[in-house]
Each structure stands twice: as C-alpha cells, then as structure tokens.
C-alpha cells in the first residue's frame, strides 16, 4: 500500500477566485498546492479587455504569500460583442491563455454571457487561427429544459457544430458531469479535452436532495446520476490525456449557500489534492494520479510541465466545518468530514 505519494506540482485549470476580500482570503489555499490556475472572468463587471485581465491579475498576485511560487493564467469573458482584435493581443501578449463561453445565464455571473452561440463564431474562427483555447460552459438555458438534461443538450445543439467548423480549435469542455460528455470528449479528437471536478467525483444528485435540501452540494452543473458519476471516476483515472483536473473552486459566504436562493458552487480548494488522491486511491489508480493532475493539463495548453514537487501522505485529514475568511464564514468541501490523505508539501 502507497503511504506517501509525491508527483510533479499539480495546476488547477478551472477555478473561481473572485474579487475583492474574498479573492484575497482564497488566493492562498489555491497558491498553497497549485503551481498555476485557470481563473474564471465572471467578475461583476466580467473581464472582457485585455487591460481588465491585466489588472486582476495584479489584483491576484497581490494576494499570493511569500514564499509561494503561483502564476495565474487569465481567460477573456466572451460576449455577443467581444473585440476579437484585443482577444488576439491579448493571447500574443501573453495575458489571455483563453476565453470562455458562458451561455448567458447559466451560472453565477453569467448574465452578459453569450445569447446564441452562432454570434461568436467569427470569434471562434479566429481563435483557432491564433491558437487560443476555447473553454466551455456546457449548458443549454432555456427554460423547457430539464436541468439535468441541459449538458447533453448542449451537446447535441452546440458542440457537435463547433467542432465541426473549427476543426482545429482547442476546446475544454469544462467541469463535465454526464456519461454523455464522457463518450462525446473520448470520441472527439485530440483537440478536445476536459476538465472534471472533485465534486462530480464523489457525489450524485442525491447529496443535494435526499434528507432536505443540502445548499453546499449545490453547483452548477448540478450532479447528475450515479451512472454518470462512475462513469466521470472511470475517465478521470483511465490514463487518458483527454481528462485533467479542474477544480471549479467556487466560494461563496455560507449565509449566500443558506439562503431561500441558494448560491451555486463548492469551494474546494483547502483540500483539492486530498479529495481527488481519495478518488484514484478508491479505484486502485494511484499510479494514475501525476498525469491527471500534473501532466496532462499542461500539455494540452501547450505549456511546460512544473519542475517542483509536492507529496501527499495516507494519514487522517479532518476538515473544518466553516472557514472565517472575508469577514464571514465559507464551509468548505467536506467541511466537517476526515479524509484518508493529507497535503504535505
């Protein structure tokens, strides 16, 4: 049995920082395992210019503690209207290493998202022309729509065009939930990729709905069934390139969990590594872990491996209940439970 695991210092390639007091009281557990992330731009106002970008990212590393080596990579906030010109310069400068499609509505912060995914296509033409990856929110929003039907629809509706007239376009399908996304990202070719969640890993719909409602379950997309919850553990630790990890870390104030409109999304990154490692440890894919979470990223994005470490050890990990940050209170993921693996360093 593997007590101590070290591997290659991981990146997060899809997380949620906020602004603010919030971003600065996150920043730190995100910089304390991970080398990189893939921030999220659905800030109110989302960052949609270069120059915006530019300044959150200052905005981020303010916040990074000494001694901390973290590099936050920066996403443009597609909309209807999106200058493609400063996307462009904005990737050649270095400050975009992608753009996000949000349908609008689709998650928090996401109501100056895309209407009608066709109005970007321009956009996407040429991004695949310049090399700029394209991550997706995948999710239909029309209200006749079942809410756990709404990634395959996406699918169905979206995906399959993008991908056909952008054949060369670098695309992550972003926090995958469905046995669906698992067959359409493995079928896909090399250009297409995913990143999966720690929370889709462990829980099915029934941890939001079965003993009253459980808000800090809630995230969007919304776990789905268990057919699809296993069939997200068995890509994530198959060894394929095409799955990498992404955390979707999403803090949220537990009084905003806890209200009659609950907030969606799950803050976790205090133990990102350890929830995951449980995972492949359940599924006897240890030996799996590096190239989901170190490897594999990087090298759809095109960028070098870390050249640092970190080790995990099989030891009793407790999680607090709440986390005071910003003034408030944040639960985090397994808040109040005890992992199996504990974050060394």
Not at 11 to 30: E, I, K, N, S
Not at 72 to 95: F, I, K, S
Not at 313 to 323: G, I, K, N, Q, T
């Amino acid at each position: 049995m593997t007590d101590t695991l070290t591997i290659r210092r991981p990146d997060d390639w899809h997380l949620h920082f906020r602004d603010g007091d919030v971003m600065r009281a996150v920043v730190p557990y995100t910089a304390r395992q991970f080398a990189r992330a893939i921030v999220m731009p659905n800030l109110t106002p989302p960052i949609t210019t270069t120059e915006m970008a530019r300044d959150y990212r200052e905005r981020i590393l303010a916040a990074v503690p000494e001694g901390h080596d973290f590099m936050p990579l920066m996403t443009c906030y597609l909309t209807d209207t999106t200058n493609v010109d400063d996307l462009a310069r904005g990737a050649g400068e270095g400050v975009f290493t992608a753009a996000k499609l949000y349908p609008a509505n689709a998650t928090t912060n996401s109501a100056s998202g895309v209407s009608d995914v066709e109005l970007i296509y321009p956009v996407l033409e040429r991004m695949e022309a310049e090399g700029i990856v394209l991550c997706v929110h995948g999710e239909v929003t029309d209200h006749d729509i079942d809410v756990f039907d709404r990634e395959a629809e996406f699918i169905e509706r979206h995906l399959r065009a993008i991908i056909a007239n952008f054949p060369k376009l670098k695309v992550v399908f972003e926090h995958i939930t469905t046995l669906d996304a698992v067959e359409f990202v493995k079928a896909s070719g090399p250009n297409v990729a995913a990143t999966i969640t720690p929370q889709h890993l462990h829980i099915n719909r029934n941890a939001m709905l079965v003993g009253g409602i459980q808000p800090h379950n809630y995230c969007l997309p919304v776990a789905k069934r268990e057919t699809h919850r296993l069939a997200l553990r068995a890509a994530a630790t198959s060894g394929s390139p095409k799955f990498f990890l992404g955390t979707d870390s999403a803090p949220h104030f537990r009084h905003d969990k806890e209200s009659a409109c609950g907030c969606a999304g799950i803050f976790g990154a205090p133990v990102a590594l350890e929830s995951y490692l449980t995972v492949f440890d359940e599924e006897g894919a240890i030996e799996q872990f590096e190239g989901f979470a170190s490897l594999y990223g990087p090298a759809f994005y095109g960028l070098p491996v870390n050249e640092d470490s970190v080790t995990l050890e099989r030891a009793e990990s407790p999680v607090p209940d709440e986390l005071a940050l910003a003034g408030s209170t944040i639960v985090p993921w397994h808040g109040g439970q005890t992992l199996g693996w504990r974050f060394r360093g």
